[in-house]
Nanobody, 119 residues
Framework: QVQLVESGGGLVQPGGSLRLSCAASGSIFSINAMGWYCQAPGKERELVAAITSSGSTTYAHSVKGRFTISRDNAKNTVYLQMNSLKPEDTAVYYC?????????????WGQGTQLTVSS
């Protein structure tokens, strides 16, 4: 099994910055893509950004130029640097990992961390 532990959420004013972190642990052989998803009240969970093990990135159109995803493969950790935050970024942010373990390949989710952008 893989455990994903997120940290870094909180309350920030519009225009501010915040960095989310997500550390994966467990019986991990390797991790393919890691990503961040968000879910606002009454909405479906959607992709924010993803990064492959080789460093290729994908971003939602709404965050391009403001958010940067990165990862430290040695630490099985993924980061999301969020700048120029807007109230519409308010959501629960979930970490996701596509990982190989001793039971095979599976998709894993963190417990979520709340981001609130408000003055």
């Amino acid at each position: 099994q893989v455990q994903l532990v997120e940290s870094g959420g909180g309350l920030v004013q519009p225009g501010g910055s915040l960095r989310l972190s997500c550390a994966a642990s467990g019986s991990i052989f390797s991790i393919n893509a890691m990503g961040w998803y968000c879910q606002a009240p009454g909405k479906e969970r959607e992709l924010v950004a993803a990064i492959t093990s080789s460093g290729s990135t994908t971003y939602a159109h709404s965050v391009k130029g403001r958010f940067t995803i990165s990862r430290d493969n040695a630490k099985n950790t993924v980061y999301l640097q969020m700048n120029s935050l807007k109230p519409e970024d308010t959501a629960v942010y979930y970490c996701n990992a596509d990982a190989y373990t001793n039971v095979g390949r599976n998709n894993y989710w963190g417990q979520g961390t709340q981001l609130t952008v408000s003055s």
